[in-house]
């Protein structure tokens, strides 16, 4: 019996070219994606997202739900129209980068949100978005475009949603059914003409309520999400904690992700390993006490190249005393 040698087939050769050759845009923007470290990617049209979820944000401002984010006030209808921030578009491309880390802190180290471990995203994901951009015009050089990255104003989850990313689950976090809700998005808004993926309107869910029941200040419920008792807000709001909110808090020093953590979709989803592209997390241990005694000087070197930076030495140290606090109680 003669085994079958592809290797010396010619044809394969050819019919491996005329593929790469006949391969749609879409594709090659997916694969160029990858080929950057992004774990997810894909594509909708420009249009409006739906005006059902444009009536639900605003009934959660309505109820104050937002906290003193009042920026999520401004320009609404925007958030959910890709057209108002590049008025030619068509076309978005969204993508995702799994964050997780090996394990959770031990209890006795304060807990930092394992995103804020790593390079701050924002520049990080821009950087990588800003190269397909650079493939995409290579082909159309006139081509158009805007990089979205968390802080520009736009419903990221709901287009990833669209894109067929993901779901967004009870945690209100963009949940993917192999990488769970450890994800980072980012998107480029372009108006360049591209066919759309198949959208995710369902939430998979279903009756699990684990990650509700994990949040321990009850910011997460059957009926939404407030973020004026959410963990991760109030280590990085600004002034005092209301002190029936503080006895909750735990060891949480930045951020918190009790309810990641408590999904079922993230108990077996991969672990990020990004070494490669540069794309790794910090090991940090720290004591209340380390950072109580901080200078500014101490706490830049910390920070450097992480999103902490951003929010300052003085938060730092309130959440410090905080966790200190806790710990005593223990």
């Known amino acids: 019996m003669r085994l079958y040698d592809r290797s010396r087939d010619g044809s394969f050769h050819r019919r491996l070219a005329d593929k790469l ?5 879409e594709e090659e923007i997916k694969q160029k994606a990858v080929s950057l470290g992004f774990d997810l990617a894909g594509i909708t049209s420009a249009d409006d997202i739906d005006l059902r979820q444009i009536e639900q944000f605003k009934e959660w401002l309505k109820k104050g739900c937002n906290a003193e984010m009042a920026f999520l006030e401004r320009d609404v209808e925007k958030r959910f129209s890709p057209v108002s921030i590049l008025p030619e578009a ?10 997780k880390v090996i394990s959770k802190p031990d209890k006795d180290t304060l807990q930092i949100a394992s995103l804020s471990l790593y390079p701050d995203y924002h520049i990080f994901i821009r ?37 067929g990313l993901g779901f967004i689950g009870k945690n209100r976090l963009l949940t993917n059914s192999k990488f769970g809700s450890f994800l980072l998005l980012g998107e480029i808004i372009t108006d360049m003409q591209l066919k759309p993926d198949k959208p995710l ?16 200040t009850k910011a997460l419920s059957d009926d939404g999400f407030d973020a004026r008792k959410c963990v991760s807000y109030l280590t990085v709001k600004k002034g005092e904690i209301d002190a029936e909110l503080k006895e909750k808090m735990g060891t949480h020093l930045f951020g918190c992700e009790e309810c990641l953590r408590a999904c ?3 108990e077996n989803s991969p672990i ?13 241990k720290l004591k209340p006490e380390e950072i109580i005694s901080w200078t500014e000087k101490d706490f830049e070197k910390f920070a450097e190249n992480s999103t902490m930076l951003w929010f300052g030495l003085q938060r730092m140290k309130r959440n410090a005393l905080i966790c200190q606090e806790h710990q005593e109680r223990q």
């Open 127 to 163: 950087e990588k978005l800003l190269l397909i951009a650079d493939f995409l015009m290579n082909k159309d050089e006139n081509m158009k475009f805007k990089i979205c990255v968390d802080s520009s104003p736009i419903a990221e989850k709901a287009l990833a949603m669209r894109v």
């Open 264 to 266: 079922p979709y993230n």
């Open 201 to 216: 309107n369902e939430q998979a869910c279903g009756n699990c309520r684990k990650c509700i029941e994990a949040c321990p």
């Open 21 to 25: 050759k006949t391969m749609g845009i």
């Open 272 to 284: 990020c390993e990004k070494q490669q592209i540069g794309f790794v997390p910090r090991q940090i």
């Open 90 to 99: 068509k076309s978005v491309i969204c993508v995702g980068i799994n964050y």
